[in-house]
């Protein structure tokens, strides 16, 4: 297996997925849990999400990288959330939901981790916010209003913050100010 020749994160998987589904499970909007189950209930999803690195040679640029990201992000978010009375379950979703598009960018090789052609052409920001809309319309009848699905979508194009680190939009709600932070 190509897996065993490329770095891995030491974390249990399982332990990472098990913290991840149980903040999954902690959401008190039905809609916001709706939307990440559309990623974080699909087998094959998950199943490249825990296959992907954080990155191609920087933060977390190992086998299971971006699970662990994304946890640890998730984790620094909801405190921030709390202690700023923002919407918790909104940053959460957004912390989970913010680097999706890293599994359609990144993919793993016996050399190791390079940048699919989407990925070189769109980046993971944009990939993300694609992924998102596509999930949503494929189900064919409506599981969020406009609103929610746009400040989805605002959270995962604004998480890198600005303009020259890749962000198409800056943050410019409370929740958006958090998940880049917590990214950062």
């Not at 609103?147 to 929740?175: N, R």
Request: some cysteine; proline content about 4%; charged content about 25%.
């Amino acid at each position: 297996s190509i897996d065993e020749f490329l770095p891995r994160i030491e974390q249990d998987i399982a332990q990472l997925w098990d913290w991840l589904d149980r903040v999954r499970a902690d959401l008190r909007s039905p809609v916001l849990r709706r939307v990440t189950d559309l990623f974080f209930s699909d087998d094959e999803f998950r199943l490249r999400f825990e296959r992907t690195p954080g990155s191609i040679s920087r933060h977390h640029a190992k086998v299971g990288g971006l699970l662990l990201h994304v946890n640890e992000v998730t984790a620094i978010a909801r405190t921030a959330a709390k202690a700023t009375r923002a919407n918790v379950d909104l940053v959460t979703a957004g912390a989970l939901l913010h680097d999706i598009g890293k599994v359609e960018s990144y993919e793993t090789s016996i050399a190791g981790f390079r940048y699919t052609p989407c990925g070189h052409l769109l980046g993971h920001v944009v990939l993300g916010c694609l992924m998102l809309e596509r999930r949503v319309s494929e189900l064919g009848e409506p599981i969020c209003s406009e609103s929610q699905l746009l400040e989805l979508q605002h959270l995962i194009l604004s998480h890198h913050g600005s303009h020259e680190h890749g962000s198409p939009v800056e943050p410019f709600t409370a929740e958006a100010e958090i998940v880049h932070w917590a990214d950062e």
